[in-house]
């Protein structure tokens, strides 16, 4: 997930440079000293310019709490490398000067699907009633994938030799081709429609991935790319620890790599017929501000390349976060503040909010948050009114937006997948018959 503030205010430092070399310039081999005196009192009347004309410059910005208008921007050199531009994380401070705030308690993911449905069928009257599809899979999938995994639970066997870590695998591997066996059985009663030909291999991909991970997590140290990894995090903890310590062994450093994990979650979509699409940079100028945005993973209706005009473009369903498990905190509450950090929160919203331009049921965009294996769905709900007083730098603003949250779920255990099926279900209809239409010529 990339997500930064690129601010363009002036920085006072760079000034100072510039008078520095013209004084060289002028003077060349004068006093030292005398130099110093002159350049401490160009850079005294510099900055107190610099600031006068700060002040003038009032930022679009709104806080929430004091109600005086504040610019939470970072400087950058205007200098001879003025191309090196200096970017700060957008924080959750941000969101809330623009008047888009997270809902205090998590939302029962029931009532968000609700919503979100409502939404699309506002904009798309004449999508189908997908609900016997959606039953039959989502049946389906609860009594045939029972597959539950905690990571935990393998991560403590990491220290034992390896004859007992291959028993305990065995057990995982016994599980995972009950279910395929499973699987196959239900298949044979399926019609071969659309959504018949791909459930089984579907099945199959991601119990095998799952399989994959965990042996990964067991057998870190033979995993090349989870050894580069934790190489560089040593390496790094290495030059900025300020006291002396024992480092953890390799094996308790390594973790599967964040790539292992997203296509994981790749394979978790296409069992509810979800496609990725390609992943697209989103740029956007709010005040004084750039905004970038790449999230890590994009689901979209498909483009009707075949009919003129913009408006055939795709438009973005789902888009997929990546959090590090360092990011987490110790749950405490059901405040998403108690299991990630203001920074993590920041992008999340800013992404959400980069995407509305794009989203199927703009101005509101859907994503979800996954942290490994655990996913949590987030919705900004918002009005036109208030994206366009944003970008217009409309204050004080009249309207806000607000994002939706539920609990966590982990796509590796089996209540919590029959939990997400209904909804993960709908999605995937949806895009397929968008798809579907997108090459009907009559």
């Given at each position: 997930m990339e997500s930064c503030v690129k601010p363009e205010s002036r920085n006072i430092v760079g000034t100072c440079r510039r008078k520095r070399k013209l004084k060289d310039e002028e003077q060349g081999e004068s006093s030292s000293m005398a130099e110093s005196s002159s350049m401490d009192e160009e850079c005294e009347i510099t900055g107190t310019q610099s600031k006068e004309d700060s002040t003038k410059r009032k930022s679009f910005l709104r806080s929430s709490l004091s109600k005086e208008w504040v610019s939470t921007s970072t400087t950058e050199e205007d200098n001879e490398d003025s191309d090196k531009s200096y970017s700060s994380k957008w924080q959750c401070v941000d969101l809330e000067n623009i008047n888009i705030f997270y809902c205090d308690e998590p939302q029962p993911l029931e009532e968000l699907m609700k919503t979100v449905k409502e939404d699309v069928l506002k904009k798309y009257p004449d999508t189908p009633d997908f609900g016997e599809t959606v039953r039959k899979f989502t049946k389906l999938t609860k009594e045939n994938l029972l597959v539950s995994l905690d990571l935990d639970y393998y991560r403590k066997y990491r220290p034992q030799p390896k004859s007992g870590k291959v028993w305990i695998e065995n057990f995982l591997l016994m599980d995972i081709k009950s279910n395929?066996?499973?699987?196959?059985?239900?298949?044979?009663?399926?019609?071969?429609?659309?959504?018949?030909?791909?459930?089984?291999?579907?099945?199959?991909?991601?119990?095998?991935?799952?399989?994959?991970?965990?042996?990964?997590i067991l057998y870190p140290h033979e995993d090349e790319e989870s050894i580069k990894e934790a190489k560089e995090v040593i390496h790094v903890k290495r030059k900025t620890r300020k006291k002396p310590g024992k480092d953890k062994k390799l094996y308790e450093r390594c973790e599967p790599a964040e790539t292992l994990y997203q296509k994981l979650f790749v394979t978790f979509g296409q069992l509810f017929f979800l496609d990725d699409s390609e992943v697209d940079k989103r740029t956007f100028v709010a005040g004084n501000k750039i905004v970038n945005s790449t999230p890590d993973l994009a689901y979209c209706t498909s483009a009707r390349v075949l009919e003129p005009g913009t408006e055939s473009l795709q438009k973005t369903m789902l888009i997929v976060f990546e959090v590090k498990v360092k990011q987490t905190k110790i749950v405490t509450s059901n405040h998403l503040e108690e299991l990630v950090d203001s920074g993590v929160l920041g992008q999340v919203g800013s992404e959400l909010f980069?995407?509305?331009?794009?989203?199927?049921?703009?101005?509101?965009?859907?994503?979800?948050?996954?942290?490994?294996?655990?996913?949590?769905?987030?919705?900004?709900?918002?009005?036109?009114?208030?994206?366009?007083?944003?970008?217009?730098?409309?204050?004080?603003?009249?309207t806000e937006g607000k994002i939706h949250f539920t609990k966590p779920f982990d796509m590796l255990k089996a209540e919590d997948r029959a939990e997400v099926s209904e909804f993960l279900y709908w999605l995937g209809c949806f895009q397929n018959e968008h798809r579907q239409n997108t090459f009907r010529t009559t």
């Open positions: 395929i066996e499973k699987a196959k059985e239900a298949d044979r009663d399926l019609d071969r429609d659309l959504f018949g030909r791909k459930w089984l291999s579907a099945v199959e991909m991601f119990l095998l991935k799952t399989a994959l991970l965990v042996k990964r980069a995407e509305v331009f794009y989203s199927f049921v703009a101005p509101n965009s859907l994503g979800i948050m996954c942290m490994e294996t655990k996913l949590i769905f987030v919705y900004l709900k918002t009005e036109e009114e208030h994206i366009i007083s944003i970008l217009d730098c409309k204050i004080p603003f009249k």
